[in-house]
């Protein structure tokens, strides 16, 4: 039985890095390296500080072709927010990320082709976070095979995403943060070829200029005398010859000698490599520091000007409270979806059908569904500005009948509730009347199906004994709409039709 855990363990965890046919297209020249050198020089002062969270603002630029089609989802952003914080916290960086802003650019050109549209997309972008591009594609220079899961650029200092890379096992994000955050692939200089036993016996010293370089790379060496200047410059990630690329593994199974036949031991699961298929990844102690003396500098002091100083996450599950899994509820054209409000939530994604709905409450009314309808399933994720979604949705079903309601009380001590005229014209009022055996305070609030607050009257007076309170209509717009009188106690509930 264990051994069957453990298979299904591995089968589940077992993912895969920017790897196979799938790379990064961020281009590490010398201006790349000498943003590293530059940085290296405030190691210690960055150390020197001890443990000091770092808060990140991201605005994500959610591209579609011009006719505003093929954008990615917000979900799939919260999801990819959610994974971030989670593994940039697993892998010790004390860093966290949070959504400063979400903007929609509706452009062709950018959402193919990246590379060619950098000057368009720098007049996008917002001065006070890190910005993320999301694009459906991005188009190799040299118009070579493969896949570019992204890329950062220096000149723009943005990072580039390709759609299907956010949200998923590849780690393509948290890699491509490490470039903006000045480091490069611990396997530099062997990215279009990767070591090969029919080529590499042979001592060279220097690789030629490959894809993402402008001048040939020094081979590092398993003892660390040329750490400095050679591949990624930082001397506690061991000499690696990118491997990890050619096999799509995280085990090496090769013996590899550098020139001085020392036998290499590099970081396979390192963040910054190509390998695949490793169940954790990380990066070292130095590229960390690297990491965090970046988002310290003077080039970086716009992503500090937030107000964030505590990474509040929301928990994954959810309590549901109404319907349960296979309830049957009676009434079909108003069922409150109800469910314990989540710690740090600051709105939910209710899915109802397939139809999804966004809303800060902790419930829902549906008004949509068929009557006598079985197998209706409804689903709630919680989402706040560090992410949310990271662990797959429950969905549960409820069947309904086919009972229409008239007004829902939660207060015992009101009853006879009555909305007229119902429908009422837009320009017009309409009364609500209801006996109570006890005054109260509520308010009235009338939403749209998308569970939106389009009208509200607080703090309206209720007397002990009969009520009728005339509410003018306030010029909404046709359709069906739910009316709410909220008390602290509970509400009351009536669907109410402006024509
Ligand atoms: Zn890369």
Known sequence: MKILINILVLFLIGISSISAQNTCGTVQDEAFMQRL????????????????????????HMVARSDGTGRIGEETIYRTMCLLNQRYETAGVDMY???????????????????????????????NSLNIFVVDDIRREDGSGGTTLGYYTGGGDYVVMRKTAMGDASYTIEHELGHFFTLAHTHRGWEDEGWDPNIYPQKIEFLEIGSSQTQPVLVELVDGSNCEFA??????????????????????????????????????????????????????????????????????????QGNVDTYTPVADGITYIHPMNAEKVDVYDNVKLEWEAVPNAEFYTVIINSVEHTTTN????????????????????????????????????????????????????????????????ATASFNVSLSSAKAFKGDVIIYDLAGKTVYQIENLNFINGANSHLVPAGNLSSGIHILEVRTTEGSITEKLIIE
């Open 97 to 127: 990320f949070y959504i400063e802003g979400l903007n929609e650019i509706n452009n062709t050109g950018v959402w193919q082709d990246p590379f060619n549209n950098g000057g368009l997309m720098r007049s996008f972008k917002s001065s």
């Open 231 to 304: 591949a990624d410059f930082i001397c506690d990630t061991p000499a690696d010859y990118g491997r990890g690329f050619t096999c799509n593994c995280c085990v090496l199974n090769d013996i590899i000698l550098d020139r001085n036949c020392d036998t290499l031991a590099p970081m396979m699961n390192n963040i910054m490599s190509y390998s695949g298929g490793c169940d954790t990844w990380e990066f070292s102690p130095d590229q960390i520091v690297a990491i965090q003396t970046s988002y310290d500098a003077p080039d970086r002091t716009y992503l500090r």
């Open 362 to 425: 902790n419930y829902f009314n549906v008004t949509t569904l068929t009557p006598n309808k079985s197998f209706n399933f409804w689903g709630v994720k919680a989402f706040n500005k560090f992410g949310g979604g990271c662990a797959e949705f429950q969905e549960i079903y409820f069947d309904v009948g086919d009972q229409e309601t008239s007004a829902v009380s939660e207060l015992d001590y009101v009853e006879s509730v009555n909305v007229f005229p119902n429908p009422v014209q």
């Open 37 to 60: 050198i530059k940085n290296k020089a405030y190691w210690n002062e960055t150390i020197n500080k001890g443990f000091d969270t770092r808060y990140v603002p991201i605005t994500f």
